[in-house]
């Protein structure tokens, strides 16, 4: 999840207190523990969240969406002018050319690559159990109850090597084969691209009615359990694959400043609402997939991560490009996630399939 202005607002303003009713002085939120977010209902050794939720008739289910038999990837480029918060980079260099060989009797050359790279929060990005928490008066808790000192790996010097328990390697064991949803946010609000909210009746906020209202306006059947729930805002298209390499350093920066500097997305009760319906994953075109840097609560940091994630381990996918189904007049389809196998990782990239 990238948290664009999110991260600077609240350490000026101390909004993560202020939008839950505390004192700036108190520095924490005791919801999770007042409100007994833990054990899951999976039970207190559950590392995976809501995916546990699919079953082989929703998979059977989901598979019946194919009717084109058409695939589409939706994964963003990966490169180094990519749009990055400030504390995160994207670096890859081939070290020679080749890097290896000539080797046998037939010549064989090759190359390889080096990556330097925040691997689970840069482009198009899983969010996994390790990646957000919340600060409460007995330390940082993550989903199902798991303290960050107790589930740190620890290498030497105290650095901290991996996520332990909080590892995306138990979700992506799993993986994700669901009925996935595109909403059209721009179609329900007839624009091409939602606007970045600055107040909290703004229409760049999608609530929990506008929901329900693009679902009955797309002509969709109802969300439900096991079913994984997209949104497309137009924010994304930004940075979209199919015109990104095309385009000036200039045109690029200046397209970078506009994507970071907030986004629209879900509110805090289009989230509830998702939870409710027990869905296993959202994702969208954005760094968050959900309002930013106001949303329906003024002071509130990306509520949606920590409602769905951290309480319901609902996961999310992010800055992802769905022009091919756009183009196609698709909204149902078929979704097929594996994250990478990271042990220890806060998340994954990857690039994900919608078949319909």
Not at 24 to 42: G, I, M, R, T, Y
Not at 51 to 65: G, I, S
Not at 326 to 353: I, R, Y
Request: with cysteine.
């Amino acid at each position: 999840m990238e948290l664009l202005r999110s991260a600077a607002i609240a350490a000026s303003t101390g909004l993560l207190c202020a939008g839950l009713g505390l004192g700036a002085s108190a520095q924490v939120n005791d919801k999770p523990l007042e409100e007994s977010w833990w054990p899951s209902e999976w039970g207190s050794d559950d590392q995976v969240g809501a995916v546990n939720r699919t079953t082989p008739q929703m998979v059977l289910a989901a598979l019946r969406l194919v009717k084109r038999g058409k695939v589409a990837t939706l994964g963003k480029l990966y490169a180094p002018d990519i749009p990055l918060v400030p504390w995160r980079s994207y670096t890859m260099m081939i070290p020679g050319t080749p890097v290896g060989g000539p080797l046998g009797a037939n010549r064989v050359v090759f190359h390889d690559e080096f990556l330097a790279t925040e691997i689970g929060q840069v482009g198009t990005q899983f969010d996994g159990p390790g990646h957000i928490g919340i600060r409460t008066s007995k330390g940082d808790v993550f989903y199902n109850g798991r303290f960050a000192a107790d589930a740190y790996q620890r290498g030497p010097g105290r650095k901290v090597i991996g996520m332990g328990d909080l590892g995306v390697e138990f979700v992506a064991e799993k993986g994700f084969v669901c009925r996935g949803v595109l909403l059209d946010a721009t179609r329900h609000r007839g624009v091409e691209r939602l606007p970045v909210p600055t107040a909290t009746d703004s229409q760049g906020i999608v609530t929990a009615d506008d929901v329900q209202a693009m679902v009955r306006g797309q002509g969709l059947d109802p969300i439900g359990e096991g079913h994984c729930v997209f949104l497309y805002t137009g924010h994304g298209d930004l940075w979209k694959n199919s015109i990104w390499p095309t385009l000036s350093a200039e045109e690029k920066a200046a397209r970078v400043r506009a994507f970071t500097a907030g986004e629209p997305g879900f509110g805090r009760s289009a989230c509830e609402y998702l939870a409710q319906r027990k869905i296993i994953l959202t994702g969208g075109d954005t760094a968050a997939n959900e309002a930013q840097p106001v949303g329906e609560i003024e002071g509130e940091a990306v509520p949606c991560h920590t409602e769905l994630q951290t309480r319901h381990g609902i996961w999310n996918i992010e800055n992802l490009d769905f022009s091919p189904l756009l183009e196609d007049g698709v909204d149902e389809f078929l979704f097929v996630w594996a994250p990478l196998k990271l042990v220890g990782a806060t998340g994954s990239p990857g690039n994900p399939m919608a078949l319909y």
